[in-house]
């Protein structure tokens, strides 16, 4: 079975966000659908180990933000490669909250769509949440980020936490940087995809990676 096959599959990259009146839960997802139109329906897939999963339970209610073309990897890497526990996602950016009072950015999001979960379905590894929605508002005329565009584009990789995630294969493969005038070196992180460059032969020991903060040991030298 050739599983490369799967990143055929046209998706794109979206901001799925909750409140609890507790906590706050933020993470990049690369499944996010409309179902039904009548009740409008869409769905998103979380992982169950994602903080946002059970933040999302408890709460009911969700937020599904599109992703435009506008964002970069540090963005995707604070919502995507950081945990909500850990960091206060929205620090230093817009934040507005919906109807249901879950918080969004305006800043590289071209729609936002706030959902009621109608149901919370169990399936293995991640959790699928269909939500009715109760309000939807268009942010930007900016193009949506497509799972294609960040891999070849920005080169991104895809976590192990992702719905589309193929163990053992990396939809970046072959996807080199841009040529720099002048001996420069280019590192990868093999987690996150960021790609560093450097005129130094090596990266230093205590070198982090700026968006997932994995140290050299994680990168690979791509030129």
Same mark, same amino acid.
């Given at each position: 079975?050739?599983?490369? *096959? ?11 966000? *909750? $409140? ?58 604070? !919502?995507? !490669?950081?945990?909500?526990? @850990? ?14 009072? =879950?918080? #969004? ?28 929605? $109760? @309000? ?5 005329? =900016? /193009?949506?980020?497509? #799972?294609? #565009? ?19 294969? @990396? /939809? ?7 040529? /720099?005038?002048? %001996? ?7 987690? +996150? ?5 450097? %005129? ?5 020991? @205590?070198?982090? +990676? ?12 791509? =030129?």
């Amino acid at each position: 079975m050739d599983s490369t *096959a799967l990143f055929k599959f046209s998706s794109g990259l979206y901001i799925v966000s *909750a $409140t609890d009146g507790e906590r706050t839960g933020a993470c990049i997802i690369n499944t996010g659908l409309q179902l039904t139109s009548e009740p409008l329906q869409v769905e998103v897939v979380v992982n169950k180990k994602n903080y946002t999963c059970d933040v999302i339970k408890e709460a009911g209610h969700f937020a599904l933000s599109v992703v435009s073309e506008r964002a970069d990897m540090p963005f995707i890497g604070t !919502f995507g !490669f950081k945990c909500s526990a @850990d960091i206060d996602k929205f620090s230093g950016l817009p934040t507005e909250t919906t109807d249901m009072f =879950d918080p #969004y950015t305006t800043e590289n999001t071209c729609a936002v769509i706030s959902c009621a979960v109608a149901q919370a379905i169990d399936v293995g590894t991640h959790v699928i949440f269909v939500g009715e929605v $109760t @309000d939807a508002r268009n942010l930007s005329d =900016d /193009a949506p980020m497509t #799972y294609s #565009y960040y891999h070849t584009v920005l080169r991104g990789k895809t976590p192990p936490k992702a719905s589309a995630f193929v163990p053992g294969e @990396d /939809a970046t493969k072959g996807a080199r940087p841009a040529k /720099a005038a002048g %001996p420069l070196h280019h590192f990868r992180c093999m987690v +996150c995809g960021y790609v560093h460059e450097t %005129p130094d032969e090596e990266l230093p020991a @205590d070198f982090k +990676c700026p968006l997932c903060g994995f140290g050299p040991e994680k990168f690979e030298r791509i =030129d």
